[in-house]
């Protein structure tokens, strides 16, 4: 998840200007003539996505580790449910086992920052999964590979634990993609995998693990070498008419306007360039995560189309997965979320009251202080009343199907009024680009 980096979007207001319809996008039935659609072959057939778990091992918190100063200092500039990340995930692996889904994907961080022990218990549970007859595959995060940031905390005081390699990552999660590839990339840990017949995964890998020094670089790129070997592979898949269904980390392409400007890291290098090649190549689904939002978007290239679909984080309140169900003429998303867990919450506090409680006083903290301080210089009583008119705003995008209600207008007009800048900001904020979020359905027949 991005660090709340969200004074970004308080220094520009391109967004604000560029919130209309972008004309890249379109409905699916005004596209026309799908040629290099490769869905024509498509089964039927059951998918389920949980994204950016970061899922910390219960034995790297210790002696009352989540209420000491070093892990609580680590949430208030990068607040995430990591305490509760193992019974969120459990919950959601055993919603998405009772969904009885052919196929999982999980495309990266998987874990809080590449702890070597988060890894590994990582493995067994999505063995756990395996089990039930559910083919996984996953791919790597920017948190997931030679993190200098992975420690363990005790008690107060924190320190650093064993990350992993690349050859780890592949090797710790050989049964879950790598070992049943039927081509490797030579420059990533990008694979094909043909679970079913007529049906290839493709999954990319555009992080930047081997670049990171003291931080772990949070942007991602896809290799020269590794695109001319996905475009190679998408030409083999047109000509055998098969179905590729394609994951990365990164988005492919931008989920609202100016994002890469507002806030860098979080769209792949070159996106558009990119997009394009792929959208000519003939793909036409990109899972993505990263972001921490719920979001779908979609990008045209003359008469063919991309879509990007986004899934919202596990430890981001509101905690979603997605479940999709396809066949030969239609996918079909829809998005659930994990509304309760199998452990006591402070004072007596149900799942969900707690997560909203949690984010809610984090951002507010977080938005007081950039309002308050250059080049804002709200006074602080102000900057501690309009705090909450951003929070719900942000807690919405990443929600998806953002839709302001006549208060939240009201709110956005009395900031105008103080700053016409961050009234703009704001009302940026609230506004979703097409299509929906959180359920759709993209019809692939050909036009």
């Not at 210790?62 to 969120?88: H, V």
């Not at 063995?127 to 920017?142: A, D, L, T, Y």
């Not at 990008?299 to 990007?308: I, T």
């Not at 997965?321 to 919450?345: A, C, E, G, Q, W």
Request: with cysteine; aromatic share 10%; proline share 6%.
């Amino acid at each position: 998840m991005k660090t709340f980096k969200v004074f970004v979007f308080l220094i520009l207001v391109i967004l604000a200007a560029s919130c209309t319809k972008d004309p890249m996008f379109n409905e699916p039935d005004q596209i026309k003539d799908q040629k290099s659609s490769f869905m024509c072959a498509m089964p039927h057939m059951k998918i389920a996505v949980m994204s950016d778990i970061h899922y910390l091992d219960a034995t790297l918190l210790k002696n009352d580790a989540a209420a000491g100063a070093a892990f609580q200092t680590y949430l208030n500039y990068d607040p995430k449910l990591i305490e509760f990340s193992g019974p969120i995930l459990k919950k959601a692996i055993a919603q998405i086992v009772a969904s009885k889904p052919d196929i999982l994907l999980i495309p990266g961080d998987l874990t809080k920052d590449g702890e070597k022990v988060s890894h590994e218990t990582m493995a067994k549970l999505l063995k756990q999964i395996s089990n039930h007859g559910i083919k996984v595959f996953v791919i790597p995060g920017n948190h997931d590979i030679n993190n200098p940031e992975a420690v363990a905390y005790d008690g107060n005081n924190m320190s650093p634990t064993p990350t992993i390699s690349a050859n780890d990552f592949a090797n710790i999660y050989s049964g879950f993609g790598y070992k049943d590839a039927i081509s490797r990339d030579d420059y990533s840990l990008s694979y094909v995998c043909q679970p079913f017949n007529k049906v290839w995964i493709l999954g990319i890998d555009d992080c930047k693990y081997y670049l990171n020094g003291t931080l772990a670089i949070v942007s991602g790129v896809i290799k020269e070498g590794t695109m001319k070997w996905i475009q190679d592979r998408l030409a083999e898949a047109k000509k055998k008419n098969i179905t590729v269904l394609a994951m990365m980390h990164h988005g492919i392409m931008e989920h609202y306007a100016g994002q890469e400007t507002l806030d860098p890291g979080y769209v792949t290098d070159n996106w558009e360039a990119n997009a394009d090649a792929l959208t000519d190549a003939g793909l036409r689904v990109m899972f993505t995560g990263h972001y921490h939002a719920n979001d779908i978007t979609m990008r045209a290239k003359g008469k063919n189309v991309l879509f990007d679909i986004e899934t919202g984080s596990l430890v981001t309140p509101p905690s979603p997965f997605r479940i999709i169900s396809m066949d030969p003429n239609t996918i079909y998303l829809d998005t659930k979320h994990v509304t309760s867990i199998d452990v006591p919450l402070p004072s007596g506090l149900d799942f969900l009251t707690y997560s909203n409680i949690f984010i809610s006083g984090h951002l507010d903290g977080i938005f007081t202080y950039m309002l308050s301080n250059n080049p804002y210089n709200v006074p602080l009583g102000t900057a501690a009343q309009i705090a909450p008119f951003f929070r719900n705003a942000f807690m919405a995008h990443y929600a998806g199907d953002e839709h302001i209600t006549p208060e939240e207008q009201a709110e956005d007009d009395y900031v105008g009024q103080l700053s016409p800048q961050l009234g703009m900001v704001l009302h940026s904020l609230w506004t979703d680009l097409p299509p929906s979020d959180n359920q759709y359905r993209i019809d692939m027949r050909k036009n």
